[in-house]
Each structure stands twice: as C-alpha cells, then as structure tokens.
C-alpha cells in the first residue's frame, strides 16, 4: 500500500497568516493527490484534485502543488472559517490511502 | 444539488452483521461510480470500498475484505455497505461518497454523506 505522511500533525496560525501543509508519497504517484477539509462534527469536503485543481466553489486562498512525491496545501491568507483539519490522499491506486491528518488551530 | 443520505448505524455485538443504505439525489446516480469511507472516533479517514456505476467492478481495503461487500440498486438510487463479522476495530463513522467519474472510477470523492454511526461493541 502506498502511505501517505502529513506534515506538521498541527499547526497553530493566525487569521491572515500564510500556511503550508505538505504531504508526502512512500512512491511515485503521478499527481493522483487529493485535499479535503474536515471540521468537527462533519464531513469532509473535497478541496484540491489532481495535486493542484481548484474545487468548484472553493476559494482562491487555496492551492496546491507538487515536486516528485512531496505535496503542498498552501492557504494565503487566512480566514476563521479555514480553521479545521486537512487531509491528503491518493487515488494513484487502491487502495486510495489518507494521510493522517493536519490540525490547523487559532494561536 | 448533491445530496447523499446514509442510514442504518447503530450499536451492535461483535460477530454480527449490519447493512449501511446510501441515499442519492440531485445527479444521475446511475452514472457514477461510488464510495464508502469510514472515521473511528478521533482518528483519521480510512477508505474502505469503491463500486463502478453499474456494479461490475469493485475493490476494497484489505481491513475489510471478505467480510463487507458494496452494492447497489441503480433503480432505487441507493448505494449499499453490507458489513458482517463486525469488529470492535470497525466502529466509526461511515461516509458514502460520490466520484466525479462516470463508468469507472478517478479515485477521489468530490461529494460525502453526512454519516452514519457504527459502534461494535459487546
């Protein structure tokens, strides 16, 4: 199985701060790399597809990017409501593993 | 809109059996293929299983394999989880999800359920 490891575990910040989560592949996987964005109580939202494409509907403050097996989730600015958990994960092929997740906190 | 309703969790005892329902609507449930996701409490996400938009193909965790299938009725847009030999170790939450690929499959989900508890214990 491929695994996926997410770097920091958590990270406090700072409402306008620049944030930069990274995530990386035991193996190549192409750009088969997905974010989601999880608050408490709910369910995941898709963030970022295919390493770097923008969700419909998601802001622009977000983006991602790729170098070999190493990913990055950047936020630019952010915003209270940014404040959640994230997760990776790859759909290079099954099974389709998560990363264990970054915990984004107010400071 | 999407929307993706699951039901069917509940408390059961180790050994046991239960089936997770799907409900979809607002796209064409037919066309896509889709998934089942689970979170035990406090931990992260784990994918469990994927079917193809009619049912031919399927793949699975190897946590779950040989005891929990995934199906579907097309002409009742709903998607299935059958779980038995149940585990303290499968409690979650247990997401269906929607991928954006008609036939097959692109291995991400672009919309989730809001979930359904499953809690395995004696």
């Known amino acids: 199985d491929i695994q996926m490891t997410q770097s920091p575990s958590s990270l406090s910040a700072s409402i306008g701060d620049r944030v930069t989560i990274i995530c990386r592949a035991s193996q190549s996987i192409s750009s088969y790399l997905n974010w989601y964005q999880q608050k408490p109580g709910k369910a995941p939202q898709l963030l970022i597809h295919a390493a770097s494409s923008l969700q419909s509907g998601v802001p622009s403050r977000f983006s991602g990017s790729e170098s070999g097996t190493e990913f990055t989730l950047t936020i630019s600015r952010l915003q209270s409501e940014d404040f959640a958990t994230y997760y990776c994960q790859q759909s290079f092929n099954v099974p389709y593993t998560f990363g264990q997740g970054t915990e984004l906190e107010i400071k | 809109q999407v929307q993706l309703v699951e039901s069917g969790g509940g408390v059961v005892q180790p050994g046991t059996s239960l089936r997770l329902s799907c409900v979809a609507s607002?796209?064409?449930?037919?066309?896509?293929?889709m998934h089942w996701v689970r979170q035990a409490p406090g931990k992260g996400l784990e994918w469990v299983a994927v079917i193809s938009y009619v049912g031919s193909n399927k793949s699975y965790a190897d946590s779950v394999k040989g005891r929990f299938t995934i199906s579907r009725d097309n002409s009742k847009n709903t998607l299935y989880l059958q779980m038995n030999s149940l585990r303290p170790e499968d409690t979650a939450v247990y997401y269906c999800g929607k991928d954006p690929s008609k036939v097959s499959w692109l291995g991400y989900i672009e919309y989730w359920g809001q979930g359904s508890l499953v809690t395995v214990s004696s």
């Open positions: 607002g796209f064409s449930f037919s066309s896509y293929g």
